[in-house]
T-cell receptor, first 115, second 114 residues
Framework: DAGVIQSPRHEVTEMGQEVTLRCKPI?????LFWYRQTMMRGLELLIY????????DSGMPEDRFSAKMPNASFSTLKIQPSEPRDSAVYFC?????????????FGPGTRLTVL | KQEVTQIPAALSVPEGENLVLNCSFT??????LQWFRQDPGKGLTSLLL?????REQTSGRLNASLDKSSGRSTLYIAASQPGDSATYLC?????????????FGEGTQLTVNP
């Protein structure tokens, strides 16, 4: 398997523009997670899905952020409108189940810069 | 709310030295604890996973211990090598009521000098 795939790897945009980040989880994994990593706040969980259904979105910072998972092999994280404080590395991860033994497999991340 | 703290934030050692990274967490009701490695510009890779009822796990030169009652874990790296240079993150998987949430520490940035 190719692992978790994220695109784009780098995104530079201007404040106010819409940004869409994409993720393809490992085939057969039931769980998909979106994280954000910044120097100030470290790695934070934004939202996670189980079988394409959002389970916990309490980490989504505000209404400008939205995430969807239309099918088992694709998810998007959208920011509209984007702001400079959204600049961060966004990671997608997937796991097979949610038992104690399960680990999350992380994608390479998307580095977002909002000017 | 679970909080995970890692000490030190950065560590620089000469090659061949044995070292210990520390992780502490505030809520002992965890499913498991994991240690991840992150290389610059890349995602996280799981190194070791310890179930809440276990005391330690070993993989090669790495040994992770867990003292759930005191809310502490250590990652021991033996005979460090320059290739071990990376950021090491500790993460706890919380109880069932929180689903599959992982809470991460800030990480320890390790540099092993040749």
């Amino acid at each position: 398997d190719a692992g978790v795939i994220q695109s784009p790897r780098h995104e530079v945009t201007e404040m106010g523009q819409e940004v869409t980040l994409r993720c393809k989880p490992i085939s057969g994994h039931d769980y998909l997670f979106w994280y954000r990593q910044t120097m100030m706040r470290g790695l934070e969980l934004l939202i996670y899905f189980n079988n394409n259904v959002p389970i916990d979105d309490s980490g989504m910072p505000e209404d400008r952020f939205s995430a969807k998972m239309p099918n088992a092999s694709f998810s998007t994280l959208k920011i509209q409108p984007s702001e400079p404080r959204d600049s961060a590395v966004y990671f997608c991860a997937s796991s097979l189940r949610a038992g104690w033994w399960d680990t999350q497999y992380f994608g390479p991340g998307t580095r977002l810069t909002v000017l | 709310k679970q909080e995970v703290t890692q000490i030190p934030a950065a560590l620089s050692v000469p090659e061949g030295e044995n070292l210990v990274l520390n992780c502490s967490f505030t809520d002992s009701a965890i499913y498991n604890l994991q240690w991840f490695r992150q290389d610059p510009g890349k995602g996280l890779t799981s190194l070791l996973l310890i179930q809440s009822s276990q005391r330690e796990q070993t993989s090669g030169r790495l040994n992770a211990s867990l003292d759930k009652s005191s809310g502490r874990s250590t990652l021991y790296i033996a005979a460090s090598q320059p290739g071990d240079s990376a950021t090491y993150l500790c993460a706890v998987k919380e109880g069932e009521t929180s689903g599959s949430r992982l809470t991460f520490g800030e990480g320890t940035q390790l540099t092993v000098n040749p």
